[in-house]
């Protein structure tokens, strides 16, 4: 499975951009698909996810700013972001899979990762 993830950009706080991600290959609709991202000088950590089933989850961090869904007929993932804030600046990166025994909060239960898109946020 190849991901190829698009959408970044440079906004300003409270503007919007949403984030895409395509996957090729041997895709299946019952994969779990998340975004997770990474902010310089730190670890990262997960957005958002959404199951098979299409039921969402999303950090405490951005509930209410974000949205994520799917296009499974597309093999898509999209990440709806609003009322962006300059915290929000990281590297995104969408990821598949369906690894059992992982909460799908964690990044072990993702087996592919796309290449990451940059949002940077300005004050």
């Known amino acids: 499975v190849q991901l190829q993830a698009s959408g970044g950009g440079l906004v300003q706080a409270g503007g919007s951009l949403r984030l895409s991600c395509a996957a090729s290959?041997?895709?299946?609709?019952?994969?779990?698909m998340a975004w997770f991202r990474q902010a310089p000088g730190k670890e990262r950590e997960f957005v958002a996810a959404i199951r098979w089933n299409d039921n969402t989850y999303h950090a405490d961090s951005v509930k209410g700013r974000f949205a994520i869904s799917r296009d499974n007929a597309k093999n898509t993932v999209y990440l709806q972001m609003n009322s962006l804030k300059p915290e929000d600046t990281a590297v995104y990166y969408c990821?598949?899979?369906?690894?059992?025994?992982?909460?799908?909060?964690?990044?072990?239960?993702?087996?592919?990762w796309g290449q990451g898109t940059l949002v940077t946020v300005s004050s």
């Open positions: 290959g041997r895709t299946s609709s019952s994969y779990d």
């Open positions: 990821a598949v899979g369906s690894s059992g025994g992982f909460s799908i909060l964690s990044e072990k239960r993702y087996n592919y």
